[in-house]
């Protein structure tokens, strides 16, 4: 085993032909190469993968990769494999052949790096596959997103710490480019990290000059483009936070002569894949995007990173202007600054809190489903008016506090194309497979274009199982005999326990949905904190991410521009028309908005699953009637009203 810095150089030169190793890299990979497992904070571009790649090849057994971003494992694989690696992912974008082959080649021990999404944690047949295999190293990227505290946090991670005692993995590296001091120790203690084997990089770029400009009360748009016009040409990023904000902006710019285009996720995948590349490829281009942009976004000359709007927390802000300047040329971040951006972002975490009634139902109806039963994640979200990420969460919070397992994901509804006559199937076939077959299709439900087979009311009234129902439907997809595609994704799960007390259960459920909220608007107040900060803004930033220095003599407060009050764009007091406005609407007695939480959030402006299937925002003028109205002073007054 290599443990000298010679002996690990000439492995980091054979295997990958780098001459040396970054900041932070030797450290990280002795540590892991002893044994012991390792938290790497390194900013973005850092070399984090290389952290993990290295003790992949010289540890004997597999090391299993953790990364929620498919675009980054693809790059990441054609360089392993570039570098003659035995490496490869498992998504659900493999073909069939490609799936076995790799299941193959770990059975035969062939792999030595595997990338899956954390997803793939919830599937137990992949987790029996894998427990067959010696782990020497699981790395986990992005990992402050275990952090129910952090700005990002994934129910799925929950789960790793528990799967890796599980799994026996022998050693953990768990690799964030943003980790505040707290998200960084519940990291430490979910997997067991000592705190000597955290290693830290820094964050201070001194090539990015952060400032700050009041934007309340002016014309936006008009402010951004001078700040572009006054400076020189170079290549730029906008970031908004709404989609529309994205299109209106770049329009502007572009009528004002500049090369501008908006970049979001509502755009169609080819169309984000030729902007990509365009602003690769271009020195001067003007990039209007919301956060979807930017993952997996390697240009190292980018000149200015802008912020239209406030980023939702310090975390996200340096991310985003992490992406300025990976060429070491001096770069310009600049934030125009307003309070009228609070309300939207606070309405996104109001959005994702789910009402308490609703929360005490749902534990009761799931626990109370069965020994072994499924659930669709879509259908519960409408079921019980909640966006579908808290209805992964809540499950997870389930099977954490032991009550459930889950059992992986499959599909109960499949459609199909024959592509020859049912007569010339039958005929192939023998008399028990045709007599089967020919129940199975009488299930089929004839669409336009598709036949649809709902396989668990099929199995059931035929008497055979759904696997055996599945597997004839892949088999004649493989003769050719018909186009397959499964669709109603349900997930299984196995009850473990019923608690003693449910309603003390969904209580404390309900506290920690709470206190998520808190600390996401928490997190939006660092911002307007850090724009009204009178010091250095370098230095307040990296305090937060628990790094001392001195002031950065180059931020616009260390060259003496004074912070303006951002101002306080919420109106919160309610008039006796706002109350009689209210009482119409409750009057009207819609379904879809009966708690004080689903009130308050129409009336804010922010969708459910249940007012968007009622249709009710088309058919309702109240819908985002108080949106400049605090959403705290909105539901303590509805609640009044409802006599809660
Ligand atoms: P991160 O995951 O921290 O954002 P990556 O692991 O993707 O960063 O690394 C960024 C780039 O740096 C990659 O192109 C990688 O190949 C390169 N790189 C990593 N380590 C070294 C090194 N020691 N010498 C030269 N290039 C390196």
Redesign the pocket.
Do not use: C, N, Y
């Given at each position: 085993m290599p443990t000298s810095t010679p002996e690990l150089e000439r492995e980091?030169e054979q295997r990958?032909g780098?001459?040396?190793?970054?900041d932070g890299?030797e450290a990280a990979i002795s540590r892991l190469l002893d044994g012991k497992s390792v938290l790497a904070i390194?900013?973005?571009?850092?070399?984090?993968?290389?952290c993990y790649q290295l003790p992949a090849l010289v540890l004997d057994g597999l090391t299993v990769v953790i990364s929620p971003l498919i675009a980054l494992m693809k790059d990441?694989l054609d360089?392993l494999v570039g570098k003659g690696a035995p490496a490869a992912r498992l998504d659900s974008t493999l073909t069939k052949d490609e799936n076995r082959k790799l299941f193959d080649d770990l059975y035969q021990d062939r792999l030595k790096l595997l990338y899956i999404s954390p997803e793939r944690l919830g599937n137990e047949r992949f987790l029996r596959a894998i427990a067959r295999q010696k782990i020497s190293l699981l790395a986990i990227?992005e990992a402050h997103c275990i952090s129910e505290w952090g700005h990002n946090f994934r129910p799925d991670y929950l789960k790793i710490a528990h799967l890796a005692k599980q799994l026996k993995v022998e050693r953990v590296l768990a690799?964030t480019?943003t980790a505040t001091p707290p998200v960084a120790a519940d990291i430490r203690n979910a997997f067991g990290i000592a705190d000597q084997d955290e290693v830290h990089t820094g964050f201070y770029r001194p090539n990015l000059d952060l400032s700050i400009v009041p934007a309340l009360g002016r014309d936006r748009k008009e402010l951004l483009l001078e700040r572009i016009r006054r400076r020189p040409q170079g290549s730029t990023i906008v970031y908004v936070t709404l989609q529309r904000t994205a299109e209106e902006v770049a329009a502007y710019l572009s009528a004002n002569g500049l090369s501008a285009s908006a970049y979001h996720a509502g755009l169609k995948d080819e169309d984000r894949a030729s902007l990509q590349d365009a602003f690769m490829s271009s020195p001067n281009a003007v990039i209007v995007a919301t956060i979807a942009f930017g993952m997996g976004v390697?240009k190292s000359d980018i000149r200015y990173v802008y912020h239209y709007n406030l980023p939702k927390g310090l975390e996200s802000y340096s991310q985003e202007i992490g992406r300025a300047g990976r060429d070491g040329e001096p770069s310009v971040c600049e934030m125009l600054a307003s309070s009228e951006d609070l309300i939207t972002l606070e309405n996104f975490s109001y959005g994702d809190t789910p009402q308490p009634e609703a929360v005490a139902e749902f534990t009761q109806q799931v626990l109370t489903a069965g020994e072994v039963f499924d659930i669709s994640e879509y259908e519960l979200s409408n079921r019980f008016d909640m966006r579908p990420l808290v209805v992964k969460t809540l499950l997870t919070y389930l099977e954490l506090e032991g009550c459930l397992a889950s059992t992986g994901p499959f599909y109960t509804e499949y459609k199909f194309q024959p592509q020859c006559s049912s007569a010339d199937i039958f005929a192939r076939v023998g008399q028990e497979e045709s007599d089967f077959l020919r129940a199975v299709f009488r299930h089929a439900k004839k669409g336009s274009r598709w036949f649809s087979l709902d396989t668990t009311t099929a199995s059931q009234t035929i008497g055979q199982p759904r696997d055996r129902v599945v597997a004839a439907l892949v088999q004649l997809e493989e003769n050719g005999d018909l186009v397959l595609q499964a669709a109603g994704v349900r997930q299984g799960y196995r009850r473990l326990r019923i608690p003693d007390d449910t309603k003390a259960l969904a209580r404390s459920l309900n506290q920690r949905f709470q206190k998520r909220e808190s600390n996401d608007i928490e997190r939006i107040q660092r911002v307007v904190e850090l724009a009204q900060h009178d010091g250095c803004l370098t230095q307040h930033l990296l305090r937060y991410f628990g790094e001392t220095r001195n002031a950065c003599e180059h931020c616009c407060r260390c060259r003496d521009e004074k912070p303006t009050p951002l101002g306080n764009a919420h109106q919160t007091k309610l008039s006796h028309e706002d109350e009689q406005r209210i009482r119409g609407l409750i009057e009207e007695g819609h379904q879809s908005i009966r708690t004080p939480r689903q009130l308050t959030r129409f009336l804010c402006g922010i969708t459910s699953p249940a007012t968007t299937r009622a249709k009710l925002r088309k058919s309702s003028n109240m819908f985002g009637a108080f949106n400049t109205r605090s959403f705290k002073a909105t539901l303590e007054f509805v609640e009044h009203l409802l006599g809660h």
């Open positions: 980091l990958f780098f001459a040396s190793f970054r890299q390194f900013p973005t571009g850092g070399g984090k993968s290389l990441q360089f990227d690799l480019a390697d």
